[in-house]
């Protein structure tokens, strides 16, 4: 399956990039258009400005038009003098207008404009010189002056010019003296030269008039060139103009046609990337739903998985309780019949038989044991215990305690201990113990001839903290390179010929492993195919002080064994019949009792030693017992020790709830009997023998196993006969009411409940039927096949009784 979350975020990751290179391309061409933009709004405003000087020079041009026409009528000064302030400030217009164009055509019609206002003016000027000139000479003057000339008389005497170097009174003296001669003068001159004198009058008058005339003429004519001058000027001028606001006004059109086509521009490609956009955007959002749908489907998938494989693992554990369970309970009937027919006296052909047989009930309780060890570690529920142990001891009891004393191998057998190896450390050695064992055996087993060494070694890494190795050499078959790793695993071995030969699960060196995990430690090998192999246990430990000793068991005493009174509590009778003779045969009296409130009320009536109670049972667990009988004062003393197949609990469990011990099912009669000597400080005895008289068997069932069992003891076999039919009419009353309720489940655990004890009387159709009912084949719950079966059950019994009664 894909990584879908990495599918995700790469696709998220593209789908913001190709965004963002959408947008920086769009970015870019805006920035582009938008400077073109900016830059035509500026020649828009540079046009906007050149047209308003264009505008201003205009309008400037018909008030200086209109300024001169009023100075050329009325000759005013002051109209003048407004007339050259206008066409200046024209002209720096003209100037400042110039620095707006780079364009030289323009600057060349507009240095034209300015050319002909200086003509303009200058044409002005010659038209006041004129007026002025024809103004200042008077009509009057020039005729005196042409009279001077025919005449003295008509001259100015201008006697203050004359006689500015006199005295005042000098100067009037000689005024008023030729004021006199002038009188006489006059007198004479009209007496004796009046004609001539009118003569010569007209006859400057005429000329005068002729001269003034042609000046007027030229006045005239001159004034007409300068008024055509000026207006071809100002035509030129209009035209000028004219040419530069068309030309001012195109370009503004032009720059505001090509501004919108930039908009238009713009707004496309802002369109196209807000239109691309968005189709990434759905695109991606597809393929990122796409991907989310799948990882939503691929995660609910997951949980279903999950939750399958934990309702698988829940069901595995228990399952494995139950198997444990119900295999433990016969295989612990099985290794007690086992003990108890060994303290017979038996032919050689039995004891070969009873030999497979203990074997072959250790093999399957060792594979229990393996399986539940499996299933804590991988449910991670082994506990680690840190208890004080000498590595050195702990090795050698070890290995002593799985080779045989005979070694039917011969094998050299070495023990090297290095010195600083016997001291006491502190880790778990139960758990160390029990990977030694598994490579200590297992070295064993594939090693025909030559030699298994065993060392122990300690190094100092800081302070306390030590590492505590362990090595196991043997010079067996070896394993192969590319085996190495595969033999760690589950029900691994090399091939298939070792099963067969050496027999083996091939879960020793995977629990091994696992286990030295759990400690922190290594377990590594080196091996070649022919030479041996050699295993290695690194484990961190913490070195104790040598003054630390180890606390030793109690010694058990050797107190009488008869008069104490044990109560044995269990569901199941067979169970509780096994356990009664077992106590009872080392001179214990044994009471039982099938559930908790049965059990109550013989602690009532009678005085125990020590209760040993089932932890499974209907209506009043082992618990609840337990509590039931700390909370009275009389029976709290009473030591009770708990015996189960449950592999969920360890020991502290249950010393923590209040029990003096427990015992795991199935237990060997030695492990119970040791129980109870630990528990009531008891040296049990066990020597004694037990001879044993095999009884004949019919073809609907057997007491062979039942008289193993018994030996010898007539009340004994009665008992147990009787307590099995008592149970067996119950279990089938339970039966009959599960039939009217039509409860299934209920057929089925009873039908599971009565199968040991009809195995051990070899009633192979009954146990079939039970088998059917306890596998819920559904053919087998009908009411005729079940009522069939409850008949031929109640004719055994009625058998059954009457052995008793024989």
């Not at 595995?316 to 369970?325: G, N, S």
């Not at 890494?461 to 790793?485: A, H, P, R, V």
């Not at 083996?504 to 696992?514: D, E, Q, V, Y």
Request: charged share 30%; net charge negative; proline share 2%.
């Amino acid at each position: 399956m894909k990584n879908t979350k990495r599918s995700i975020t790469f696709k998220v990751i593209i789908g913001y990039l190709m965004v963002a290179a959408v947008a920086a391309m769009a970015v870019w061409f805006t920035y582009e258009q938008v400077v073109k933009f900016s830059s035509i709004n500026q020649s828009n405003d540079l046009n906007n400005q050149q047209l308003i000087l264009v505008s201003e020079i205009a309008t400037a041009l018909y008030e200086t038009e209109s300024t001169g026409r009023q100075f050329i009528q009325t000759g005013d000064t002051t109209d003048l003098n407004r007339y050259s302030g206008q066409i200046d400030g024209i002209q720096e217009s003209i100037n400042v207008l110039k620095t707006t164009y780079a364009d030289s055509i323009m600057k060349i019609e507009l240095d034209s404009i300015s050319n002909l206002l200086s003509r303009k003016s200058q044409n002005l000027e010659e038209l006041l010189k004129l007026r002025s000139r024809d103004r200042n000479t008077s009509f009057y003057t020039e005729v005196i002056q042409e009279l001077g000339k025919v005449d003295e008389s008509f001259k100015d005497n201008n006697y203050d010019k004359r006689f500015s170097n006199l005295e005042p009174h000098q100067r009037r003296v000689l005024i008023r003296l030729l004021e006199f001669s002038k009188e006489e003068n006059q007198e004479q001159l009209s007496s004796i030269s009046a004609d001539s004198l009118v003569t010569s009058v007209k006859k400057v008058l005429n000329e005068l008039e002729r001269e003034n005339q042609k000046f007027r003429a030229i006045i005239n004519k001159k004034e007409n060139e300068l008024l055509d001058n000026d207006i071809i000027l100002n035509d030129q001028l209009r035209n000028l103009l004219a040419s530069v606001e068309q030309e001012e006004r195109a370009t503004t059109f032009n720059r505001a046609k090509r501004s919108q086509e930039m908009l238009n521009e713009i707004s496309r490609i802002l369109l196209f990337v807000g239109v691309t956009s968005v189709l990434i955007v759905l695109f991606f959002l597809f393929l990122i739903i796409s991907d989310v749908s799948r990882s939503q489907r691929y995660r609910i998938q997951l949980e279903e998985a999950k939750a399958f494989t934990d309702s698988l693992m829940i069901r595995r554990e228990q399952f494995m309780a139950t198997i444990t369970h119900d295999l433990r309970s016969p295989l612990n009937t099985v290794l007690g019949y086992t003990e108890l027919i060994g303290k017979t006296p038996l032919n050689n052909k039995q004891e070969h038989y009873l030999g497979h047989l203990r074997k072959s009930s250790e093999f399957i309780l060792h594979l229990v044991n393996d399986l539940l060890d499996l299933s804590k570690l991988e449910a991670g529920k082994m506990q680690i215990e840190k208890l004080p142990f000498n590595a050195k001891k702990l090795l050698e009891e070890t290995f002593y305690n799985i080779i045989p004393e005979d070694d039917p191998k011969n094998l050299e057998l070495i023990v090297e201990a290095e010195e600083n190896a016997d001291v006491n450390v502190l880790s778990d050695p139960f758990r160390i113990k029990q990977i030694l064992s598994n490579l200590i055996n297992n070295s064993y087993k594939f090693t025909e001839e030559g030699s298994l060494t065993v060392s122990v070694s300690l190094e100092k890494q800081i302070e306390d903290s030590y590492i505590l190795t362990y090595k196991i050499k043997d010079t067996g078959l070896g394993i192969s390179k590319d085996k190495q790793k595969e033999i760690f695993e589950e029900f691994s071995q090399e091939h298939r010929q070792i099963e067969k030969k050496y027999g083996g699960t091939g879960l020793g060196l995977a629990i091994s492993k696992r286990i030295t995990k759990l400690l922190k430690g290594k377990l590594s090998l080196e091996s070649n195919p022919g030479i041996g192999s050699e295993f290695t246990v690194r484990i961190p430990v913490i070195k104790l002080k040598d003054s630390l000793e180890i606390i030793a068991e109690s010694p058990i005493s050797n107190t009488h064994l008869y008069g104490k009174n044990i109560l044995a509590v269990d569901d199941e009778s067979s169970q509780l019949a096994l356990s009664r003779e077992l106590i009872k045969s080392i001179g214990m009296h044994c009471d039982i009792a099938q559930d908790g409130k049965e059990a109550l009320e013989k602690l009532g009536r009678k005085k125990y030693d020590l209760v040993l109670t089932d932890i499974q049972m209907p209506s009043m667990d082992g618990f609840e017992l337990l509590n039931a009988i700390q909370s009275k004062k009389k029976l709290k003393h009473i030591p009770v020790i708990a015996a189960s197949g449950r592999t969920t609990l360890t020991s502290n469990d249950y010393l923590d709830a209040g029990f003096s011990g427990n015992l795991l099912k199935p237990y060997k009669p030695q492990e119970l009997l040791q129980k109870i000597g630990d528990v009531l400080n008891l040296e049990l005895e066990t020597n004694s023998e037990i001879k044993i008289q095999t009884g004949e068997s019919s073809e609907e069932f057997s007491l062979k196993e039942i008289l193993l069992f018994a030996g010898d003891d007539k009340d004994a076999l009665n008992t147990i006969l009787k307590v099995f039919v008592d149970a067996s009419r119950k279990n089938l009353v339970e039966i009959n009411k599960a039939i009217i309720n039509k409860n299934k489940t209920k057929i089925t655990a009873i039908a599971h409940k009565m199968l040991p004890m009809y195995k051990q009387l070899n009633t192979r159709n009954i146990v079939f039927q039970l088998q059917q009912l306890e596998k819920e084949v559904p053919e087998y719950f009908e009411d005729q096949k079940i009522k069939g079966l409850i008949t031929e059950i109640e004719a055994l019994l009625e058998k059954l009784e009457r052995e008793i009664i024989v």
